[in-house]
């Protein structure tokens, strides 16, 4: 009896000490390992666990330690927001020079002269945007011109939401702005594209579910790496019903990479994320970019995978005579294109 | 065996007092001032010019009254599975009676994703509708759905102790007396249950308007149509505007909190009148 008293005294005792431990010992594990961590965009997942394990092998082999890289995946503004709330990365690889251009400008960890400080403006490996559709192309969809056709259905995910959206975006603008020469052109090329719209998703994997899973829309427009990696899966689980299109022209999608110098010089890591970066731009690092179907830059490595990435033209944003500033103002910014495609619907 | 019933001791004020005055602050007050704050950067024009978009007002409306109705719903459906559950014994009642915490601990893009499955054209029940031409995912409809499932244990939860408490001379004394089964109920049974329903349903309406995740999927997310409020915030923050996802959040959390209010006072007044 006096036992038991005795235990149920002590026990909110013992059960309030625990708990102070336990909490302190999970706050202490997430501060003390805050080691490498790259903060990175939704479809680069498989790629960067590739990456992250050759290069410490490389790491390992010069310089004889080995540390842990932690990633960061999730829609490209978010991860930039962030980074600028102060998600302490050591590198950062986005959807959009855009989003890169925001840390820098607001919260001063980039450096403001970010895309001279590794080759190709800081795009180490690039893709572009095509079609993906149902198997024996039902709808006849060859180009661009096709899919604004009526009748047709498409699914794009929301530019307001998603940096893969307005890559897309800008990719049927400046296709209709380079065929007929003219931005009201352009624009009523992009209206009409939304009107076929039928799901706006927030990011360009919940597009690929919408298109591929669900069995909706008749025409996805998507990351050209994201509509391989759909047909892979497909061919992995024995299926066999969508096939890719590839338009004349489309937009070359760079998606640069970036030290954030300041964290990574606070924490000691400058080296290993500068190191982690142009690892990217070695051959090995090539090769596996092209083997999750981004288009590599490197030529040799461009040579040998160029079955894979067909020739087809593309088109940068500087070709359209616009940066990412003006194209986000112009397009995307409250009031811009964007918003009044929907407003006079 | 004696038990012993006496009031608690109600002393240690200092305590007490110290530790709800941190919790709230820490948890609730200083991160709403900090909303509060960021939103009043652009001033109180600056908010009604927020709101003076039509998209932002269309995808308002829309919040609130797939909220309203989703709430409506599980007004009913949820007493009708409270009662239910304290009322019959049946095979698997338990299992049951758990599963309907599953929205509180599931993630709601889970459920957004597992609904749309479901729902979409192709989806099990989805297409049975689609015969008829009726689309479920990707219009408003479907986010009603979305947002019955995140709602539904609210009503029940709630409900549910308050039924289980009801004395059963209750209903004795009442069908002893003459009355019919739906007078005992309407006239002597939910005068005591509604101060509960109303306090459940006024938890899932208010977290109807708020919810992201599960809405996002099933909803498709057309400006003007199936556009909803938080996904406004988000897009607002996806282009650094913080102060004007801020207002957006401020209006929302204001009208909710009017809604709390009222039901609360609604509940207040209809178990005075119980006593």
Redesign the interface.
């Known amino acids: 009896m006096k036992i038991n008293t005795l235990i149920s005294k002590i026990k909110p005792g013992i059960s309030a000490i625990l708990c102070i431990f336990l909490s302190l010992g999970t706050l202490s594990s997430l501060t003390a390992e805050s080691t490498f961590l790259h903060v990175s965009f939704d479809p680069t997942r498989e790629l960067y666990e590739e990456i992250n394990k050759a290069f410490l092998k490389e790491w390992k082999a010069k310089k004889g330690n080995e540390f842990a890289i932690q990633q960061s995946h999730g829609?490209s503004?978010?991860q930039a927001?962030a980074v600028i709330d102060g998600l302490d990365a050591d590198v950062v690889s986005l959807a959009l020079s855009y989003d890169i251009d925001?840390i820098s400008t607001?919260s001063g960890l980039i450096d403001a002269n970010w895309q001279k400080k590794l080759p190709n403006n800081s795009v180490p490996y690039y893709s572009t945007i095509v079609f993906l559709v149902r198997k024996s192309n039902p709808k006849k969809i060859k180009d661009w011109d096709d899919i604004v056709k009526p009748g047709v259905s498409i699914i794009t995910p929301?530019p307001?939401?998603s940096g893969g959206a307005r890559w897309n975006y800008l990719a049927a603008y400046g296709f209709a702005k380079r065929k007929y020469k003219s931005d009201e052109k352009a624009t009523e090329f992009v209206k009409a594209l939304f009107k076929n719209?039928?799901?706006?998703?927030?990011g360009a994997r919940?597009s690929t579910?919408?298109f591929v899973?669900?069995?909706?829309g008749d025409v996805l427009i998507t990351w050209e790496n994201e509509a391989k990696l759909s047909l892979d899966e497909e061919k992995r689980s024995g299926k066999n019903t969508l096939e890719v299109v590839y338009p004349s022209e489309s937009i070359k999608a760079e998606t640069p990479v970036a030290v954030v110098t300041k964290t990574a010089t606070e924490k000691g890591n400058l080296e290993k994320a500068t190191s982690y970066l142009e690892f990217l731009y070695t051959k090995e690092g090539q090769s596996i970019i092209a083997k999750h179907f981004f288009r590599p830059t490197e030529a040799t490595v461009t040579k040998a995978s160029a079955k894979e990435f067909p020739n087809i033209k593309l088109f940068s944003l500087s070709d359209l005579g616009e940066t990412w500033d003006s194209a986000?103002k112009k397009h995307?910014?409250?009031a811009g294109v964007f918003?009044a495609i929907?407003?006079t619907? | 065996m004696l038990i012993e019933t006496r009031p608690y001791k109600k002393t240690h004020l200092g305590i007490s007092l110290g530790l709800t005055v941190f919790y709230s602050s820490a948890v609730v007050v200083i991160p709403l001032l900090g909303l509060f704050f960021h939103s009043l950067g652009i001033g109180v024009s600056g908010i009604l010019e927020v709101f003076s978009d039509e998209r932002i007002r269309s995808a308002l409306f829309l919040s609130f009254s797939v909220g309203f109705f989703s709430a409506l719903i599980n007004l009913f459906v949820g007493f009708l599975f409270a009662w239910v559950l304290v009322r019959y014994n049946f095979p698997f009642k338990k299992l049951l009676d758990t599963l309907i915490d599953l929205p509180f601990t599931l993630p709601t893009a889970v459920a957004g994703i597992a609904l749309t499955t479901i729902y979409s054209q192709n989806g099990i029940i989805g297409s049975y509708f689609d015969q008829w031409g009726i689309k479920i995912a990707y219009t408003p409809i479907g986010i009603v759905i979305a947002l019955v499932f995140i709602g539904f244990p609210f009503v029940v939860r709630t409900v549910q102790p308050v039924i289980e408490e009801l004395p059963k001379e209750l209903e004795e004394s009442a069908r002893c007396l003459g009355a019919t089964p739906f007078q005992t109920f309407y006239k002597v049974l939910l005068p005591e249950l509604w101060p509960s329903l109303l306090a459940g349903t006024g938890m899932a309406f208010a977290r109807s308007i708020g919810e992201y995740g599960s809405v996002v999927f099933i909803s498709g997310n057309i400006p003007g149509k199936t556009e909803i409020l938080p996904l406004l915030i988000v897009t607002k923050l996806e282009q650094y505007e913080y102060e004007k996802a801020t207002s957006i959040a401020l209006v929302m959390l204001l009208t909710s909190f009017v809604f709390m209010f009222l039901i609360n006072l609604l509940q207040e007044r209809a178990s005075k009148k119980l006593s």
Do not use: C, E
Request: no cysteine; net charge positive.
């Open positions: 829609g503004g978010k927001r925001s607001k929301n307001k939401t719209t039928s799901v706006l998703d927030t919940g579910t919408t899973q669900r069995g909706i986000q995307f910014a409250d918003d929907y407003k619907k």
